[in-house]
């Protein structure tokens, strides 16, 4: 089946520790995307790839880290300069031909010990 | 930056009943989206509008862009169990580059059998 698949569904991260959010695509889609989802916050995004081995970052960057190695995957770390870590992460992607719609993945939701 | 008001935040209803909510933005919007997401899942893309005063529907569901390009509607109806859950509006300004759109903080919906 064509998507994006995010893993793991949840996590876990301690005090200190750098954690990495797997996001892979199959819709050979250009550009991907990564938000962060809190209670009543809407979606803010993070960083985003328009192709490989390009980044930038969104409105929320700080303690956050990405790479665009190859087309089909857009990893997130998060680093321990995140102080409040604890929200549902969501992936995105958008084919890059002209279209403003983005597709989304099932997230993963991180949780701090 | 732009921002999308969405409105209600939150609707109880019985089932069976009509729902409408909707989206203003105070500049004007080349594309409105909306979404559906489901308790832990990512959203789901339920009806795209790319011109003013285009209305469309996907069974249930019509979504209005409006003519002053500032808004957009959802309406649903004849509400089921099943259409529980946030419904996100989303939108790319007239200035703002396809690569980053911009979502309202949602709606919950939450339909009583």
């Known amino acids: 089946d064509g998507g994006i698949t995010q893993s793991p569904k949840y996590l876990f991260r301690k005090e200190g520790q750098n954690v990495t959010l797997s996001c892979e695509q199959n819709?050979?889609?250009?550009?991907m995307y990564w938000y962060r989802q809190d209670p009543g916050q809407g979606l803010r995004l993070i960083y985003y790839s328009q192709i490989v081995n390009d980044f930038q970052k969104g409105d929320i960057a700080e303690g956050y880290s990405v790479s665009r190695e190859k087309k089909e995957s857009f990893p997130l770390t998060v680093t321990s300069a995140q102080k409040n870590p604890t929200a549902f992460y969501l992936c995105a992607s958008r084919t890059g031909t002209g279209s403003d719609i983005q597709y989304f993945g099932a997230g993963t939701r991180l949780s701090v010990l | 930056g732009q921002q999308l008001n969405q409105s209600p935040q939150s609707m109880f209803i019985q089932e069976g009943e009509d729902v409408s909510m909707n989206c203003t933005s105070s500049?004007?919007?080349?594309?409105w989206l909306w979404y559906k997401q489901d308790p832990g899942e990512g959203p789901v893309l339920l009806i795209a509008l790319y011109k003013a005063g285009e209305l469309t529907s996907n069974g249930r569901l019509t979504a209005q862009f409006g003519i002053t390009r500032k808004d957009s509607f959802l309406n649903i109806s004849a509400s089921i169990p099943s259409d529980v859950g946030i419904y996100f509006c989303?939108?790319?300004?007239?200035?703002?580059?396809?690569?980053?759109?911009?979502f309202g903080k949602g709606t919950l919906l939450t339909v009583n059998p």
């Open positions: 500049s004007i919007f080349n594309t």
């Open positions: 989303a939108g790319r300004g007239s200035g703002g580059s396809n690569y980053k759109l911009t």
């Open positions: 819709l050979n889609h250009d550009a």
